[in-house]
């Protein structure tokens, strides 16, 4: 089984500080996805990656930032926290250019932002 | 653009109820659709897909029909468990879409014992 592994369930930060969210997988997917969910506003894509070093703009990527030095993993920056960035993020793997082929998620982290 | 729309709830059902989730979408090519479930506390994972009409995508007593005349792949389920309180998430995913996956907005499905 595909497993995608958030470093942390819980996390309380402070405004203006820099945060990182770290999310790794073990099936060699080249895609790997960051979403943050809200309620009533579903899933919104923040950032993705398909390859190393290789990302691309969500739907929401203001005031976040990516990396992906490695294949294996994908991390999200929040540059200067902020209250309105608390929610749960959650990152998801998939297996490139096949659309018949689902997307694997961790378990989520919730963000505070006091 | 693609796009997923799915019945609000929350949806609230005695233990052994009939379910119906609805979901419809849109999409420019051929997609791919999917439900998802997230229990509490978790990740969202798979439950079910469909990847062609008319194909039915089914699993641990969840069932979805791929539609395309009437562009829905609506979740059932003939008798619902406690255990199956969760959101539920349908989506679309299509090779003209990139590398990336639509979701609706979520159904939230409490089931009382």
């Known amino acids: 089984d595909v497993k995608v592994t958030q470093s942390s369930r819980y996390l309380v930060k402070r405004t203006g500080e820099k945060v990182f969210l770290e999310c790794v997988q073990d099936m060699d997917h080249e895609n790997m996805f960051w979403y943050r969910q809200d309620p009533g506003l579903g899933l919104r894509l923040i950032y993705f990656?398909?390859?190393?070093?290789?990302?691309e703009k969500g739907d929401i990527p203001e005031g976040y930032s990516v990396s992906r030095e490695k294949k294996e993993r994908f991390s999200l920056i929040l540059e200067s926290a902020s209250t309105n960035q608390t929610s749960m993020y959650l990152c998801a793997s998939k297996i490139p250019g096949q659309s018949n082929q689902p997307q694997h998620f961790g378990d989520g982290t919730r963000l505070s932002i006091l | 653009g693609n796009s997923v729309t799915q019945m609000e709830g929350p949806v609230t059902l005695s233990e052994e109820a009939f379910l119906t989730i609805n979901c419809t979408y849109t999409?420019?090519?051929?997609?791919?659709l999917f439900w998802y479930v997230q229990y509490p506390g978790e990740g969202l994972q798979l439950l079910l897909k469909a990847t062609k009409a008319d194909d039915k995508g089914s699993n641990k007593g969840f069932e979805a029909t791929y539609r395309k005349e009437t562009t829905s792949f609506h979740l059932e389920k003939g008798s619902v468990q406690v255990s199956d309180s969760a959101v539920y998430f349908c989506a679309l995913s299509d090779d003209t879409g990139g590398f990336k996956t639509i979701f609706g907005a979520g159904t939230r499905l409490f089931v009382k014992a």
């Open positions: 999409a420019t090519g051929y997609p791919s």
């Open positions: 990656s398909y390859d190393v070093k290789m990302k």
